[in-house]
């Protein structure tokens, strides 16, 4: 892999890691991400990070294709390949059309042809490139999705965020 990052077995884990990767197995993405292999190292944050991050991907208000066009907008600003790998064949059995993805990849602006997708984008966006939105963008955004989804839209950012800084640090590629 690399000197930073290689994937860990399942037979050469302690009793608490052992554990903590069952579950994580067991749970509903039915795998071990290479990306919980790296948090493995501390088994109590691995429990926290995979259970809020079952909470984003899978429990949030927002529709499927919403939320993997924000997970997707975050690996591309972070260069978080390992993400966009996992993301990109995730986004299009949510929905999310072709044209949009790979303007995506390409690091351009989509064209939009849903108000909800449109909305997102530039609020993610926004926030990612000035760390802020403005008033009349968080009023907008509120005002179509409600308090709630703009809550968990928040929290979407910044749990794929964290992970995109881990993969970025720990080097891991593109699992395939």
Not at 81 to 87: A, N, Q
Not at 154 to 159: I, K, Q
Request: aromatic content about 10%.
């Amino acid at each position: 892999m690399s000197e930073r990052f290689t994937p860990l077995r399942r037979e050469d884990l302690d009793d608490r890691q052992g554990a903590v990767f069952d579950a994580i197995a067991a749970g509903p993405r039915g795998s071990v991400p290479w990306i919980f292999h790296l948090f493995l190292e501390s088994p109590d944050l691995a429990t926290r990070i995979q259970e809020l991050g079952a909470f984003c991907r899978y429990g949030t208000s927002l529709s499927p294709d919403l939320s993997e066009l924000t997970i997707l907008i975050v690996a591309r600003h972070w260069d978080a390949e390992y993400e966009w790998s996992i993301h990109e064949s995730e986004a299009r059995k949510a929905g999310l059309a072709e044209p949009i993805i790979a303007a995506l990849r390409n690091d351009e602006r989509p064209a939009f042809d849903d108000a909800a997708a449109e909305l997102v984008y530039e609020f993610c966006t926004k926030y990612l490139r000035d760390n802020d939105v403005s008033d009349a963008l968080f009023a907008k955004a509120t005002a179509h999705f409600g308090r709630k989804t703009i809550v968990e839209l928040a929290a979407v950012l910044g749990y794929y965020s964290m992970l995109a800084m881990a993969i970025r640090i720990f080097r891991l590629p593109p699992e395939r």
